[in-house]
């Protein structure tokens, strides 16, 4: 008998049952519950940690902008007792870990804070723009649908042609560029337009 090897009754017996049953319960997870199903329910169980996570980065994120939040909010002209009333009521002066676990709180309760430009609860402003968001969202997807699927019946009538190639060159460009650096470069054109005018 090898060093080190356990050779009691209890975890030999304990090891091919445990896993007798892990098999079982795939097999059922497997036969008796739908595709959709399981589908929905995997999805949901990455979305979750998922959703901690982007809760976490963005809360560590937004505290590693430099400066003290309390004086960016009031400006260089506030007097020291406002700077610590706001730290108070922002709850700044608590730890970090406190002040993450009242974001996830305040987020979950559906309390996004208040708007730095508007003075208006973030989700008031949110459902202000909703309309207008939507609205670019269907012409989007409208015009992407009707481009694509144009694009496909040309290629498809002329295979190594001029829009065979024009679809598999935008699709490789598309596939290399991730979305958030194109309207990065899209906003900040836009920008740029709008301050020069």
């Not at 982007?54 to 590693?64: D, H, S």
């Not at 706001?86 to 870990?97: D, K, M, P």
Request: hydrophobic residues 50%.
């Amino acid at each position: 008998m090898a060093a080190g090897i356990s050779t009691s009754s209890s975890s030999r017996e304990f090891t091919p049952g445990f896993w007798m049953v892990l098999r079982r319960l795939y097999t059922l997870w497997l036969t008796a519950v739908p595709r959709f199903l399981r589908i929905i329910i995997s999805r949901f169980l990455v979305f979750v940690p998922q959703l901690c996570g982007v809760l976490f980065i963005t809360f560590i994120l937004i505290r590693l902008l430099p400066g003290d939040p309390a004086l960016t909010l009031l400006g260089n002209l506030a007097t020291p007792e406002a700077i610590a009333a706001l730290r108070e009521r922002l709850g700044l002066n608590q730890s970090i870990l406190d002040q993450f676990v009242l974001y996830a709180q305040n987020v979950a309760h559906g309390d996004l804070g208040t708007s730095i430009l508007t003075s208006n609860p973030v989700t008031v402003d949110l459902w202000e723009r909703a309309p207008a968001t939507f609205e670019l969202i269907l012409y989007a997807l409208l015009s992407t649908i009707t481009v694509g699927l144009l694009m496909a019946a040309l290629a498809v009538l002329r295979p190594r042609g001029f829009f065979d190639r024009v679809g598999q060159l935008y699709g490789l460009v598309a596939g290399a560029i991730p979305d958030f650096w194109g309207s990065v470069d899209r906003a900040s054109k836009a920008w740029r337009d709008r301050r020069q005018d």
